[in-house]
Structure formats: structure tokens, C-alpha cells
């Protein structure tokens, strides 16, 4: 018996008022048996769709149909919402994503029949809490093992998200899968292939949020997703390195990202921690020593990036974002930076980035020696860089003493000439920050200006 909270049990009222059946099934029911908190909750009924919203409407509560062709409706109750869909089977699917028919059925067991793992096919009748379990998820639960409902080609062919779900749910919970269900993951990749960029995506957001990102990945590898989805992080496999490093390009690319993971870092961090070297691949080449070098890999690496996440259709301000730090992740700081070199680090970085790129440096030299630097490796730099801006200098346009305006006055014609000076004065500024009062800027400027 589980323990099913009250709002579920006010639910279970009015199915029950109207003479239908309620069902608590999914994620939550999967993750109540887990001995975690459930998320969201789905629940599934004998009740057709307009009589679910006809039944909830007269209780006084708002209801979307938010998906009536796949028998979904959205119920908000007591601020909280639930999605509530009809028992149904699903068939025929010709693109390997989108089943052609569905069919509203009579029992809970053939709804439970279209589900993709045991784990997932558990159902918890409401109110009492009557356990329905045809797949014996409970056991895999218990053994931590994922398994396909069915036979896992058949399932897998149906549709191709199947398998990139199946790593996921294994990266998230710490799970192995099942051999039948992993073997029929090579198989299928063709009809993985098909499934838009952006479930795709959601997917690999979840191995990327997920505790230790490497397990998905390293699955992904296993069979062949990898290749499939990220063949710039494939190829980084036995791309080895020397030196200070102990790992190949892909496990380095791993390990980062997983650092980022364990210290609950941005999502940017996580994706730039993963895609920083893959530049290395491409940039490789053996030098007259015969050691490896991987010249301007930073730069490589920040273009296969922004393809790869556009791809997959990430927001511009997440591309943006992890571009920039991969771009830019390979600064060198020594103690004889002058202030001029500093200021213009954090001019290049933007102090808004400056401690992601921090985090970024942290997983990669975690990545690099397999243990954890020391916590104050970066100190020095952090120390004078903070320094500089508690200094308050000019480090942009903006804190310049003199504008556009100043120029004109001074007789620059209007025009694209303006901002060049403005630059030029910046880069001087930087080298001098004396120089950022008016009369100084107006004198170089109108020696900038042909002495006018
Ligand atoms: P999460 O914790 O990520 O929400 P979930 O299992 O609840 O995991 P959902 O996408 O919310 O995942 O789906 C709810 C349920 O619907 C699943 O538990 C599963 O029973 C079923 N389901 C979802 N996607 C598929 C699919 N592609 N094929 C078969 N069944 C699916
Ligand atoms: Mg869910």
C-alpha cells in the first residue's frame, strides 16, 4: 500500500461521485515506490474526456483539454494541476514517433500494455490505494533495473524517444537496463534517428540535470546513441592526451561535466563542462617531438558547439552563453598579468561570466588529474580581478568620462568614426585608467581627430 496524499483521495471523490474509475499511474506512481517525491501526477479513468471536464466543471474547478486527441484533459484543483487521460492503446506507428491510432479502452491493465518500461506501467487505483502491477515493475524497482513492457524491439520501433528515455531514466536514477531491453537499443537507432531535435533535447537535458551525467552518457555510447546524437563528443573517444592529463577526450569530457553535476552548477556551465574539448578531435596534431597538440582547440570547440546546440534547438541566450565559455576556457593566468591585462580579461569575459568561466576551469582541471584542485587554484587571478572592480575603472564605453556628444562638440563628424574613437579611448583607458577624466579623453581625442 502506498501512502496517497489527500488532494489525490478530494480527487478520487469525483470520479467516484460520477460512477468512474481513477487511477494514479507514471512517474508518480514510480517514484512514490521509490521512496521519492512524486513531481506531477497522472492519473488515468474509464471516464471519456468530456465527461472527466463535465464532472470536474461542476465540482467549481477549471479544466484545458489539453490533448482531447490523445484523451488528455488538465485539471487545476486547489492550485495544484493534473493531467487526467482516458485508458487508451496506441498502434500503428508509421514515423516512428506519432502513433497513427489511438483507441480508448476498457481496462486499466491493456492501458498500462502501451507504457514503455515495468517501472513506469504501475497504476494505484484511487481512493483505497489497490496496487495494479501486470509487469512486476515493483520487482524491477526493487533490482533497479530497467525493462521494456513487451518485447523492447517491438517497443523501440514503435517509438524511437524510447531509448534515449531509457538512458535518461538510468542517469537520473542511478538504474542498470535490462540486457533484452539494452540490446534492442542499437537496433533501433534509425527510428531514433527520426524523433525531433527537440524531445530529443528535453532528453538530454535530463542526462545533463541528473546526478552523474556520465552513467546516460557512457550508456549512450554503449549503443550507439552517442554516434547517433553527438557524434563531435563520439569521436573524442581515445583521442588521447599527454602531460597532466590521465583521461582520453571523452572520458576528460565526462568527468568534467559530472563535476559540474555533483556541484549543482547551471545548465551552461554543465553543457560547456561537456563540450569544451571537442574542438580536440578535429585540431589534433602530433608536433616535431612527437607530442600531441591540440592548438586553438578553444576556438574549434566553440564553433562544433554552437552548430551542435542549434541543432538541438537550445534558446540563443543558452548557446550564447556556453559558446563564450568554451570560446574561452583556456586562459593561461600568471602572476606578471599586468592590471592592463586583467582589466582587459574581464573586458573579454564580461563580469557577468566571469564565475561561470571560474566553475568551467574548476570541473576541467577536476577532469584533468582525476581529483579535485585545490579549492584556492584560481585565487590569485579571482583576488586581483576583484581588485580591479572594486576599483570601480572604466571598463566599457558607458564608464568613459566622455560620450559620443563630446566628440561631435569636439568636431568629429557623426558617424561610425565616433565609435572607433570611443574604442580606441577605451583601450587607453584600460592600459592607463588615469587617462578616464574629460580634458585628458578631449586631448587624445583630438589628436585622434587630425589634432582638430
Ligand atoms: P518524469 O519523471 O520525467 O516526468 P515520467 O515517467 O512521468 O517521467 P512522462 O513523460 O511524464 O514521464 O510520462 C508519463 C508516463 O507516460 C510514463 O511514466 C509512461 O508510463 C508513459 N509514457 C511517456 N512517454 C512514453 C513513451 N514515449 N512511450 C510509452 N509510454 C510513455
Ligand atoms: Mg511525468
Not at 474526456?49 to 463535465?54: D, G, I, M, S
Not at 513492457?149 to 517491438?154: F, H
Not at 568614426?417 to 579611448?425: P, Q, S, Y
Request: with cysteine; hydrophobic share 40%.
Amino acid at each position: 500500500m502506498l501512502f496517497i496524499p489527500r488532494i489525490l483521495k478530494d480527487l478520487a471523490r469525483i470520479f467516484t461521485a460520477g460512477g468512474k474509475r481513477s487511477f494514479l499511474v507514471g512517474g508518480a506512481v514510480r517514484d512514490m515506490l521509490r521512496g521519492e517525491k512524486a513531481h506531477d501526477f497522472d492519473l488515468a479513468t474509464d471516464a471519456a474526456p468530456e465527461e472527466v471536464a463535465a464532472m470536474f466543471r461542476a465540482h467549481g474547478n477549471s479544466v484545458i483539454p489539453t490533448g482531447v486527441k490523445h484523451g488528455t484533459v488538465t485539471a487545476h484543483v486547489k492550485g495544484e494541476t493534473f493531467e487526467i487521460t482516458t485508458f487508451r492503446t496506441e498502434s500503428d506507428y508509421h514515423d516512428g514517433r506519432h502513433p497513427e491510432k489511438i483507441a480508448y479502452t476498457a481496462t486499466i491493465e491493456e492501458d498500462l500494455s502501451r507504457r514503455d518500461f515495468t517501472m513506469n506501467a504501475i497504476a494505484v487505483e484511487l481512493p483505497k490505494g489497490r496496487i495494479v502491477d501486470p509487469f512486476n515493475g515493483r520487482v524491477d524497482i526493487q533490482n533497479r533495473v530497467i525493462r521494456c513492457v513487451g518485447n523492447p524491439l517491438e517497443r523501440f520501433s514503435e517509438d524511437g524517444l524510447r531509448p534515449l528515455r531509457c538512458v535518461r531514466f538510468a542517469s537520473q536514477f542511478g538504474f542498470s537496463v535490462d540486457k533484452e531491453t539494452l540490446d534492442a537499443i542499437p537496433q533501433t537507432l534509425s527510428i531514433t534517428a527520426k524523433v525531433s531535435a527537440e524531445r530529443k533535447r528535453d532528453e538530454l537535458d535530463k542526462i545533463i540535470g541528473s546526478r552523474k551525467p556520465s552513467a546516460g552518457f557512457l550508456l549512450m555510447e554503449q549503443t550507439g546513441l552517442l554516434h547517433e546524437l553527438l557524434p563531435e563528443l563520439a569521436v573524442c573517444r581515445n583521442v588521447e592526451q599527454k602531460g597532466e592529463h590521465r583521461f582520453d577526450v571523452l572520458d576528460h569530457s565526462l568527468l568534467a561535466c559530472d563535476f559540474a553535476a555533483e556541484k549543482g552548477w547551471s545548465h551552461e556551465v554543465r553543457l560547456a563542462a561537456l563540450f569544451h574539448d571537442i574542438g580536440k578531435s578535429v585540431v589534433c596534431a602530433m608536433n616535431e617531438f612527437g607530442v600531441r597538440t591540440f592548438h586553438r582547440h578553444e576556438r574549434e570547440g566553440a564553433a562544433l558547439a554552437k552548430e551542435l546546440l542549434s541543432r538541438f534547438r537550445y534558446s540563443n541566450a543558452v548557446i550564447d552563453t556556453a559558446v563564450h565559455l568554451i570560446e574561452n576556457h583556456m586562459f593561461q593566468y600568471t602572476e606578471d598579468w599586468s592590471d592592463a591585462a586583467v582589466r582587459r580579461f574581464i573586458v573579454r569575459i564580461g563580469e557577468a561570466h566571469l564565475p561561470n568561466l571560474y566553475r568551467l576551469r574548476h570541473a576541467d582541471a577536476f577532469a584533468t588529474a582525476g581529483e579535485p584542485p585545490r579549492p584556492d587554484f584560481l585565487a590569485p587571478l579571482m583576488d586581483r580581478v576583484k581588485g580591479i572592480l572594486e576599483e570601480k575603472e572604466a571598463l566599457s564605453l558607458k564608464d568613459l568620462a566622455i560620450s559620443g556628444n563630446d566628440l561631435i562638440a569636439l568636431g568629429v563628424k557623426p558617424g561610425p568614426r565616433i565609435g572607433v574613437i570611443l574604442h580606441e579611448l577605451l583601450e587607453a583607458v584600460l592600459d592607463d585608467p588615469e587617462l578616464n577624466a574629460k580634458e585628458k579623453l578631449l586631448e587624445i581625442a583630438g589628436k585622434m581627430n587630425g589634432g582638430a
